[in-house]
């Protein structure tokens, strides 16, 4: 290529160049946004899908947040009914007995655990803020969960096996079908949330 040729082509490049900033003059818009200048600092626009990714992530938290929070007040319903039947002075000395005993330990730690998570539950859909880590939280429910679901079941079948001992119509009698029952109770919902627990973690961990 010829020193002429290369003439022309740098004068064709610098008329199409003033052709534009005559062009972005006129529609109002500056000439820095078409040529900024080398010590100008670019700016990113944020992406619309970098939101929609948060927003459906907090859309998914709080559609179990929800129903986790019912299961969660209901499970610390029953086991504090549970753990109350026993210890109530009208149905005579219940905690005397090894199996309405246990029952009681059992349901009274379901009770801290439900008032735990219940609390930890209503921080995070009120203030959408974490009272712990979303991994910690995950693993710990399911295993809590887990645990309690055992513990329950097994207080049930002991206070079921220790009424049958008992004289009917006792208060001491009426107070272990109630604890059974809402030991029991309390065990389905708990393995509810074992459920929901689960599900959640085994997303986590897909992910």
């Given at each position: 290529?010829?020193?002429?040729?290369?003439?022309?082509?740098?004068?064709?490049?610098?008329?199409?160049?003033?052709?534009?900033?005559?062009?972005?003059?006129?529609?109002?818009?500056?000439?820095a946004?078409?040529?900024?200048?080398?010590?100008?600092?670019?700016?990113?626009?944020?992406?619309?899908?970098?939101?929609?990714?948060?927003?459906?992530?907090?859309s998914?938290?709080?559609?179990?947040?929800?129903?986790?929070?019912?299961?969660?007040?209901?499970?610390?319903?029953f086991?504090?009914?549970?753990?109350?039947?026993?210890?109530?002075?009208?149905?005579?000395?219940?905690?005397?007995?090894?199996?309405?005993?246990?029952?009681?330990?059992?349901?009274?730690?379901?009770?801290?655990?439900?008032?735990?998570?219940?609390?930890?539950?209503?921080?995070?859909?009120?203030?959408?803020?974490?009272?712990?880590?979303?991994?910690?939280?995950?693993?710990?429910?399911?295993?809590?969960?887990?645990l309690?679901?055992?513990?329950?079941?097994?207080?049930?079948?002991?206070?079921?096996?220790?009424?049958?001992?008992?004289?009917?119509?006792?208060?001491?009698?009426?107070?272990?079908?109630?604890?059974?029952?809402?030991?029991?109770?309390?065990?389905?919902?708990?393995?509810?949330?074992?459920?929901?627990?689960?599900?959640?973690?085994?997303?986590?961990?897909?992910?």
């Amino acid at each position: 290529m010829s020193a002429g040729d290369k003439v022309s082509m740098k004068e064709k490049q610098e008329k199409q160049r003033r052709l534009s900033v005559e062009q972005s003059a006129m529609a109002g818009v500056s000439p820095a946004v078409y040529f900024p200048s080398p010590g100008q600092p670019q700016f990113q626009t944020p992406s619309p899908f970098e939101y929609s990714i948060a927003s459906t992530t907090w859309s998914s938290r709080h559609s179990f947040q929800v129903p986790t929070l019912v299961l969660r007040s209901l499970a610390l319903l029953f086991s504090f009914v549970s753990a109350l039947s026993l210890a109530a002075p009208r149905h005579g000395t219940p905690l005397n007995n090894p199996p309405l005993r246990y029952c009681f330990v059992v349901t009274i730690g379901a009770s801290v655990y439900s008032a735990f998570q219940l609390f930890k539950g209503v921080c995070d859909f009120v203030y959408r803020g974490i009272l712990i880590s979303e991994v910690v939280s995950d693993y710990m429910s399911f295993i809590f969960d887990q645990l309690v679901c055992y513990l329950l079941i097994s207080s049930a079948s002991v206070t079921l096996s220790a009424t049958q001992h008992i004289k009917s119509s006792t208060p001491l009698w009426k107070a272990s079908v109630v604890s059974f029952s809402m030991s029991f109770a309390a065990f389905l919902v708990f393995a509810a949330c074992g459920i929901l627990s689960g599900y959640k973690l085994s997303k986590r961990i897909s992910w």
